[in-house]
């Protein structure tokens, strides 16, 4: 383990996971002593075929050795999915190939033309381009008209998370806000999970819980997850009920991009909805 960050949040996200579980759900028997709820360490340390000392080291966030192999026993005990799996090797491998992960990325992201040829085709899909930290480095017009004119947001305050608890035009627009915002802190904390080093994320996450008591309810009880499958019912202004899914895509180069796109739920009338509310402008 690299940093005693990296092992804190180890230790929250195992603790979390073992809190969540019930002994039913893997095989064993309720009991009627338990004081605390989900399984206690030293069932999870039986069902991963290590021993309870070393277990419970790994969750108090010790500095010891830890194997993928061992991982791999720990990821099946705590029945993890694809993407939590891969957040608790990013918190617990020290000796991984992607060393240039914890690099910062470079002042002014700068997007491709293919990219911006992309998203200006995808004419009644909003699009948005956000960063590692959830910052928005790009739009297009759909997303402008949808969501909020993000150029007359300044960039330093074009952050995803932020936008979703200090502006009142997202919580007026999503019917399944908290859906709609749980989706985007799952992906958040995968994120955070590959960078922890980077002080940003603790001084952001600190500023956020200070302000919005409902961000610390939600972050503490958020998932994990690199591409969240969401169904978002929107209530626009003008256009009134507009239903879109949610697709996640990796924009692989050095500045780590997401492209999220929200693509007019089949046999709705969205699409139609946001060719009217376009066409006028054009």
Known sequence: MQTDARRQVLSDFLKSKRARMTPESVGLPAGSRRRTPGLRREEVAQLADVSTTWYTWLEQGRDIQVSASVLDG?????????????YLYSLALENTSDKDKYVMEPEGVQLSSSLQKM???LKYCPVLIT?????????????????VDF??????ERNVIRLL?????FRRLA????QFSGGFLSMFRSYYGQYVEDQWYEQFITEMKEAYPEFREMWEQSEVSYAPDVHLEFRHAKAGKMVYELTSLKVYGPDDLRCSIYTPTAGTPTEAKLQQLLEPTE
Do not use: H
């Not at 720990?74 to 891969?86: F, H, T």
């Not at 608890?165 to 035009?169: H, L, N, S």
């Not at 019917?175 to 908290?178: K, R």
């Open 151 to 156: 150029e007359r947001i300044p960039s330093e």
């Open 74 to 86: 720990i990821s099946s005990a705590l029945q993890l999915n694809a993407d939590e799996k891969r």
């Open 131 to 147: 960063d590692r930290k959830c910052n928005i480095v790009g739009w297009n017009k759909a997303a402008a008209y949808v969501f």
């Open 119 to 121: 998203m200006s085709e």
């Open 165 to 169: 608890f200090t502006r009142q035009e």
């Open 175 to 178: 019917v399944n806000w908290e």
